[in-house]
């Protein structure tokens, strides 16, 4: 289906398990029918490579990552990624929407990990028993971290982290953490090599 459509389609996805690693390299909208019963089964994951996707719908689980974005103002809502090594991760991109997803036992990073990339907005996520909540890195600034509810995260639920490449330091700067709820984790928010960030009325 993503093969055959064209930029501005919508393709919506019937109920079923779909066992394939789909590329989104055009700027369509993929709703799935029904979110738990609409399930991708990954092995690489989902990719998103192009601006302006929307990924809506989906249960997807059993890969090395869930959801990889390499684009910007891509929304990504209302899906559930479960028994993966990565969640939801942001390469260089920017503007996107990371909204009321579910992530439920990411085993090897972040369940939403963003590294290189600004001015996105992560709100309204329920993180459960995954080895680290949310990760801003290595140069990922000016992003918004609202109202997600974090719990029974190994290690740390909320982390700030900036990364020295000589001969520079690439820095997470100026980020909002608010109105978060962190509950039985290793430790609620980190910060290392970064400035200027707002951390406020958090729970």
């Not at 910007?72 to 969640?87: D, E, F, L, P, R």
Request: proline fraction near 1%.
């Amino acid at each position: 289906a993503v093969a055959k459509a064209n930029d501005g389609d919508t393709i919506f996805v019937k109920k079923g398990t779909y066992v394939e690693n789909p590329v989104i390299n055009k700027a369509i909208s993929l709703i799935g029918e029904d979110r738990d019963a609409t399930v991708i089964d990954v092995t690489a994951g989902l990719k998103v490579e192009r601006d302006n996707v929307t990924i809506t719908g989906f249960t997807i689980y059993d890969g090395w990552q869930g959801i990889t974005i390499r684009a910007n103002y891509c929304n990504i809502s209302g899906n559930k990624i479960t028994n993966a090594q990565y969640g939801i991760v942001l390469l260089s991109s920017e503007n996107n929407s990371i909204t009321g997803n579910i992530l439920q036992s990411i085993g090897l990073s972040a369940a939403i990990q963003l590294s290189y990339s600004n001015n996105n907005l992560v709100n309204n996520n329920y993180i459960d028993s995954c080895t680290e909540g949310i990760q801003l890195r290595a140069g990922s600034s000016n992003n918004m971290v609202t109202g997600n509810m974090i719990i029974d995260c190994q290690d740390v639920a909320i982390r700030l982290l900036g990364e020295y490449s000589p001969p520079r330091w690439y820095e997470a700067n100026d980020n909002t953490i608010m109105g978060n709820s962190i509950s039985n984790s290793g430790c609620g928010t980190t910060v290392y090599g970064s400035n200027r960030n707002i951390i406020s009325k958090n729970n």
